[in-house]
Every structure is written in C-alpha cells, then in structure tokens.
T-cell receptor
C-alpha cells in the first residue's frame, strides 16, 4: 500500500517555542492531507484539511494562527505548532489521500508525532 | 448531530472469533471505514464498505447495513497481535470521516 512518512516521531520542546512536523507521501501524490490530534484514550480529532496549493480548512475551535499548515507540494504538508504550551502536548497524526477531498479513497496515515511541551 | 457508538472495551480469547459492532448517525453517508490502532501508533486501514453486505479480507470481515446505520467488524482466529483499538469511521456527505473513540480489544491466551 501507499506510504506516508511523518517526522519527527517524538519531539520535546520548551514552552513558547515552535515545532514543525512534516508529513510526506512517498509513493503517491497527496492532493488532500488531513491533520489530527489525539489525546490519550480519546478519538482522533480532525484539526484541518488541506488541499495542495490552497489554504487549509480548519475545524471549529482550532486556532489557525497557532497551528500553521502548509501544503505547498503534492508530497509534503507541514504542521507548525507556534508558541507551544504544555496543553499542546499530544499525539499529532497526518493522513493523505490521492484524490480530492470529495473522493472516497482510502486514507493513508503517517506514523504520528508525539509532542511533549515542557 | 453526528454520532458513533461502539463498545468501549471487549475481551476475547486467542484463537476465538469476536464481533465488534458499530452504530452511527451521520449527515449523509459515503461509506464506512474500519481502522486498527495499536497503542501509541497511528491507525492502519482495515476495510471500507459502501454497499450493504459482507466484505471478507483474510481473517477480518466487515459488514454494513446502511438502512440500519450499522456495521460490524468480525475477527477470526484471534492472535495476540490483534490486541488493539478498532475504530469505526463513517464518511459523511462532505466526505469527512467521523471518528469515534474506538473499541479496545484485549486478547487473552
């Protein structure tokens, strides 16, 4: 199956710093990418949907100025957590599908990035 | 509103069969996905149903009844490595996946 690579897997940072997480589709062109956050023992929470070359669509309650998403190419999307605080500590997961957001194709997930903010 | 209902936790014995049920309510429907998620890892795709009926894939099968808003995942010949959370995720009219908290499956020897 298709491969989505996410980096870094683990990151620890100080409060107030910014952290960038990369999501790459290795063997297909990911027109649409999704960013999720998951707290322990809770469901995946969709943060935003991004289509290559356009601005991301953020879910209600997600601060777009805090969670910057860039989907500049068909194989790379980045999530930057700006001015991170301890409450931002979570498991961040990206997923990608080959078609547009309106397609029903399978989602391929990255390995996830565990962020700990001290 | 949109809602997913799955059991929180299930326990089964190695080698046995287990059925994980899922009922859902969504705004529109464009199919239903089942994902497996091991602790601390990202979800991995198991199945996708868009038509009523049973889809079989090796030890795993998934069933869908659109009129009842109901799906189940059937796992046969359970192995210890099947211990994981299983996520039922219907897709709504906006092609967004709706995620529940999942069912934690514990396999005992």
């Amino acid at each position: 199956g298709a491969v989505v690579s996410q980096h870094p897997s683990w990151v620890i940072c100080k409060s107030g710093t910014s952290v960038k997480i990369e999501c790459r589709s290795l063997d297909f062109q990911a027109t649409t990418m999704f960013w999720y956050r998951q707290f322990p023992k809770q469901s995946l929470m969709l943060m935003a949907t991004s289509n290559e070359g356009s601005k991301a669509t953020y879910e209600q309650g997600v601060e777009k100025d805090k969670f910057l998403i860039n989907h500049a190419s068909l194989t790379l999307s980045t999530l930057t957590v700006t001015s991170a605080h301890p409450e931002d500590s979570s498991f961040y997961i990206c997923s990608a599908r080959e078609g547009l957001a309106g397609d029903t194709g399978e989602l391929f997930f990255g390995e996830g990035s565990r962020l700990t903010v001290l | 509103g949109q809602n997913i209902d799955q059991p929180t936790e299930m326990t089964a014995t190695e080698g046995a069969i287990v059925q994980i049920n899922c009922t859902y309510q969504t705004s529109g429907f464009n199919g239903l996905f089942w994902y497996q998620q091991h602790a601390g890892e990202a979800p991995t795709f198991l199945s996708y149903n868009v038509l009523d009926g049973l889809e079989e894939k090796g030890r795993f099968s998934s069933f869908l009844s659109r009129s009842k808003g109901y799906s189940y995942l059937l796992l046969k010949e359970l192995q210890m490595k099947d211990s994981a959370s299983y996520l039922c995720a219907p897709m709504d009219s906006n092609y967004q996946l709706i995620w529940g908290a999942g069912t934690k499956l514990i396999i005992k020897p």
